[in-house]
Nanobody, 128 residues
Framework: QVQLVESGGGSVQAGGSLRLSCVVSGLTLSSRCMAWFRQAPGKEREGVTAISSGGSTTYADSVKGRFTISKDYAKNTLYLQMNSLKTPDTAMYYC??????????????????????WGQGTQVTVSS
């Protein structure tokens, strides 16, 4: 059974930092594309960043230079380091995994239709 469990969300003031974690079971990070998405109230879910099995990455323009995606193979855990947080970063953040062997499109922000497994989300709230 595949499970993705996010943690690390919380409330922070603008300019602050948070690190999100996504512990994965039932599949291995080393063999597939992984991503972070977010959804703010009243808005559609948007792709934030993705990382291929080989470690190549892509980011949405709104987070470039501030967010960093990484993974720990030994812990089978995906991370999202978020620095210089802004109020528009307030959202529920989800990690997602693509199917094994699926093409990892890194030509832009991740597309939710390319991902098959999802976590339950962790809330990030940034106040001014």
């Amino acid at each position: 059974q595949v499970q993705l469990v996010e943690s690390g969300g919380g409330s922070v003031q603008a300019g602050g930092s948070l690190r999100l974690s996504c512990v994965v079971s039932g599949l291995t990070l080393s063999s597939r594309c992984m991503a972070w998405f977010r959804q703010a109230p009243g808005k559609e879910r948007e792709g934030v960043t993705a990382i291929s099995s080989g470690g190549s990455t892509t980011y949405a323009d709104s987070v470039k230079g501030r967010f960093t995606i990484s993974k720990d193979y030994a812990k089978n855990t995906l991370y999202l380091q978020m620095n210089s947080l802004k109020t528009p970063d307030t959202a529920m953040y989800y990690c997602a995994a693509a199917n094994f062997g699926a093409y990892c499109n890194l030509r832009g922000p991740p597309n939710e239709y390319d991902y098959n497994y999802w976590g339950q989300g962790t809330q990030v709230t940034v106040s001014s």
